[in-house]
């Protein structure tokens, strides 16, 4: 069974950074891509940045780029996101997921952490 633990939420200041982690546990770490949604209220699940197995495709969004990035340490079967110059628009739940395949689209991903909450303040 797949498990995915988002951290590394919290409320900062616009400007500011966050890293959100999420740790994985149940299958092969290596051989699946991972992506980070992110969830606003009122607002439908939409795709943030995505990475292969390997690390060798990367994807963003255009409102993230440039200032988000992400990474794999698949020794330690985590994925990271690095979040800098923060503003009210990034706030969100955050979510971690896993797929067999990359890809931009929620429908592509078949498991999912409970989420962190991203706080941007003003």
């Known amino acids: 069974q797949v498990q995915l633990v988002e951290s590394g939420g919290g409320l900062v200041q616009v400007g500011g950074s966050l890293r959100l982690s999420c740790a994985a546990s149940?299958?092969?770490?290596?051989?699946?891509?991972m992506g980070w949604f992110r969830q606003a209220p009122g607002k439908e699940r939409e795709f943030v940045a995505g990475?292969?197995?390997?690390?060798?495709?990367?994807y963003y969004a255009d409102s993230v780029k440039g200032r988000f990035t992400i990474s794999r340490d698949n020794a330690k079967k985590t994925v990271y996101l690095q979040m800098n110059s923060l503003n009210p628009e990034d706030t969100a739940v955050y979510y971690c997921?896993?797929?067999?395949?990359?890809?931009?689209?929620?429908?592509?991903?078949?498991?999912w952490g409970q989420g962190t909450q991203v706080t941007v303040s003003s």
């Open positions: 997921a896993q797929a067999y395949g990359l890809g931009r689209n929620y429908r592509d991903f078949d498991s």
């Open positions: 149940g299958r092969t770490f290596s051989n699946y891509a």
């Open positions: 990475i292969s197995w390997g690390g060798g495709s990367i």
